[in-house]
């Protein structure tokens, strides 16, 4: 991992990874349609003896120009792709911009991969990271899933991952290119926008602090479960994928353990010393929510030795301590 190309190198998963990149040694490129607008959220953390060996080169990866112009420039060993819609909400209120960034713009990538590949100028393994929600719903009894487990997407934005997925092990079979696929279940951590559930609770229990016992807390569906993994360690297993996953193959980016709406609420409140009585807000309740999604990362801890160090009380403390910051 000496050349890496990281799209969506911006967002919230990308500052993490070229952190845990930097820390490494490999030269960076980085990806993304605007310079960020501030100094990434764990800027803050990185030694500052790891010298900094980023280029960034801004553009829309559905522009054919802009993607065969940093492949060109990156010559990288490596690529890890971040890039895509990944809020459900945005991608079901504008389903044909999830499907062109999501889908489309991967295909245009893995295209000019293959074209540079094709000369013999490069030949990088192409880590594309999907999500857990292609699996849609499934009955209790099978969990944890298991990378064999059926996929029956039931959001746009599932539906474009799967797709994703599809057409990247499709170029593998085709052309050899050294595709590995993850499928992340829900990750969070400092700097997560607070559009998504546990940035969200965070922020509405710290705005009660100081109320009185029982004051009321909006929030959605409590029922849904879900696996969560820290950010840190959703980074580790993609570098670990990078350097032992082997092509053509798929795997989960889990812990293993589910935990409920509610009892993540409870864990929230309790770490952040708020008493306030959760009250369902329609605003917030999903119309098509999967009420499970539990995975098993027994194939990735077989092939790559990862294994999760961080448990959900250290997502919750670290979205606290930003929050109050």
């Avoid at 490494?24 to 800027?43: K, M, N, R, W």
């Avoid at 009660?208 to 820290?230: E, K, Q």
């Avoid at 360690?233 to 570098?239: E, S």
Wanted: glycine fraction near 6%.
């Amino acid at each position: 991992m000496k050349r890496v190309l990281v799209t969506g190198a911006a967002g919230f998963v990308g500052s993490y990874l070229l952190e845990a990149l930097r820390d490494i040694g490999s030269e960076l490129f980085a990806l993304a349609t605007d310079a960020p607008t501030a100094v990434p959220t764990t800027a803050a953390t990185r030694s500052t003896s790891v010298s900094d060996t980023t280029t960034w080169l801004y553009g829309d990866l559905r522009a054919d120009g802009y993607v065969a112009h940093v492949v060109d420039t990156a010559r990288p060993d490596t690529v890890i792709h971040l890039a895509a819609i990944s809020h459900v909400p945005t991608a079901t209120a504008d389903p044909a911009l999830a499907w062109d960034v999501n889908v489309t713009a991967t295909a245009r990538l893995l295209q000019a991969i293959g074209r540079a590949r094709e000369t013999g100028a490069i030949d990088p393994t192409v880590l594309i990271v999907g999500s857990a929600e292609q699996y849609g719903r499934h009955e209790t009894h099978a969990f944890p899933l298991t990378e064999s487990s059926v996929q029956a997407p039931r959001t746009v934005y599932a539906a474009t991952k799967a797709a994703q997925e599809l057409l990247a092990l499709q170029c593998w079979r085709a052309t050899g290119l050294k595709v590995v696929v993850a499928r992340s279940f829900n990750h969070s951590g400092r700097g997560q926008p607070t559009r998504f559930l546990l940035p969200a609770l965070v922020q509405r229990a710290v705005e009660l602090r100081g109320a009185p016992p029982g004051t009321t807390m909006p929030v959605g569906n409590r029922s849904p479960i879900r696996d969560f993994l820290h950010v840190r360690d959703v980074v580790a297993a993609y570098i670990s994928l990078c350097r032992r996953g082997t092509p053509g193959e798929a795997y989960n980016v889990a812990s293993g353990t589910g935990w409920s709406v509610q009892q993540i609420l409870e864990r929230v409140l309790a770490r952040a010393h708020v008493q306030a009585t959760p009250v369902e807000d329609p605003s917030l309740v999903r119309p098509v929510d999967v009420p499970i999604l539990i995975g098993d990362s027994h194939k990735l801890q077989r092939a790559t030795g990862w294994s999760a160090t961080r448990a959900l009380d250290d997502i919750i403390d670290d979205l606290l301590h930003a929050a109050t910051l």
